[in-house]
């Protein structure tokens, strides 16, 4: 307790880390503490995404997610070439296997259009197979600025620079915060230990909306969580995909679809699909926590979202239990594809906030409380963002 920061942060992903890296370039004397709640970083989200450097084609423009994907992407392929962080801007096609689906594309390409994505074309379906030769479909967009990345290994490399400089930052691992007392100078009261700090951000992820209930922000929202399962390619057809193959998203839900993407160490996953998760940090298909769970269901948003999309949400779940239903939906794209061809794969939680109405929240949302900033809303392309959402939070502090 005699210790006084002058910032703590807390959560230990990449918003996180990004956050206190930030803080080191712009105030090189200020003594930084992070505090994640995990015995390592990059434990939940960051960790288990499908990583992916997205392009930022898909976000509303002027929305701080169309902005801080943009600006966040090419810092982050910056600091993965000056680190030699494993990476790869190989490019994907969103591809249209239905006419339905064409006016759907057309607006993908007019959204990149006029957020500047970098180098997107409309390519026919001959131009798709040049790229991905396995791909049957009646057209595409071609988004060459898209990569991958190993974002743990991107989290790993802030934490070594942060707390290798000369005036070191703190990081304790295995401590969550319980108590968040507000002053001017603040405490921070973990399962372990109580620290003070003269201003909090915190990137709590999954955790956001309890983290901020804590410090008595006003929140009518809640997270819930939604799991999304991978499949992987067996050795067998590894080849029928080159890099990253998309489908055209339906606008009525707020996730990207099933998709394909080479993974920087060679596998080539499948999915994610999304489904309710009865734990918000539970990465099996019978993850269960009474806590979460409750939270979850006794909260109106989520019986909204749900009743709305009935047939959506009843899809998702028993595909998220039906290897062969997973594989038909993979088949819209690459139908020659067979079972045998996926092996089961890993999970991941993504964090989703939700209105009482059922809406989803769907942009990046920071907010002050006394000498708090909180990060509520962080969904994709937070990863790719990560740099960009750490140097916006950096600006706020300066204002």
Not at 31 to 59: C, D, F, R, W
């Amino acid at each position: 307790m005699s210790e006084i920061y002058d910032y703590a942060v807390v959560g230990g992903g990449i918003v996180g880390l990004s956050t206190a890296y930030k803080l080191t370039l712009k105030f090189p004397q200020a003594k930084v503490l992070v505090i994640e709640k995990e015995i390592e970083l990059s434990a939940h989200q960051t960790g288990n995404n499908s990583g992916v450097i997205h392009s930022g084609l898909y976000y509303a423009p002027g929305s701080l997610k169309a902005e801080n994907c943009k600006t966040g992407r090419l810092e982050l392929v910056a600091f993965a070439q000056k680190h030699n962080i494993p990476h790869d801007v190989c490019g994907k096609v969103i591809v249209a296997t239905d006419e339905k689906e064409l006016p759907f594309m057309e607006n993908i390409f007019n959204n990149g259009i006029a957020n500047e994505t970098e180098g997107i074309t409309k390519i026919n379906a001959e131009e798709v197979k040049q790229i991905e030769p396995y791909v049957e479909s009646i057209g595409g967009i071609h988004v060459p600025c898209t990569g991958i990345i190993d974002y743990r290994a991107t989290v790993h490399k802030l934490a070594d620079i942060i707390t290798a400089s000369s005036n070191p930052a703190v990081i304790k691992l295995g401590e969550e915060v319980t108590v968040i007392n507000q002053g001017e100078i603040s405490e921070l009261v973990t399962t372990k230990e109580s620290y003070k700090a003269k201003k909090m951000i915190f990137c709590g992820g999954l955790q956001a909306d309890r983290l901020a209930k804590k410090d008595h922000v006003d929140l009518k929202e809640k997270v819930v969580p939604f799991r999304g399962d991978y499949y992987e390619l067996t050795e067998k057809a590894k080849h029928k995909v080159k890099n990253l193959i998309y489908p055209v998203p339906n606008p009525d839900f707020p996730f990207l679809g099933v998709h394909f993407t080479r993974m920087t160490d060679g596998e080539i996953e499948c999915g994610p699909n999304a489904v309710f998760s009865f734990k918000r940090e539970g990465y099996s298909r019978t993850s269960f926590s009474l806590k979460d769970t409750w939270d979850a269901l006794s909260y109106k948003g989520t019986w909204s979202l749900l009743t709305q999309n009935p047939k959506y949400a009843l899809m998702e779940y028993r595909r998220a239990f039906s290897k062969q239903l997973f594989l038909e939906t993979l088949q819209r794209m690459i139908p020659s594809l067979e079972l045998d061809d996926l092996k089961k794969g890993r999970s991941g939680v993504r964090a989703q906030l939700l209105g009482v109405s059922g809406e989803t929240r769907d942009d990046f949302r920071i907010e002050y409380k006394g000498n708090s900033i909180h990060v509520l809303n962080a969904p994709s392309p937070a990863a790719t963002a990560g740099l960009a959402i750490g140097q916006k939070i950096v600006d706020m502090i300066d204002e």
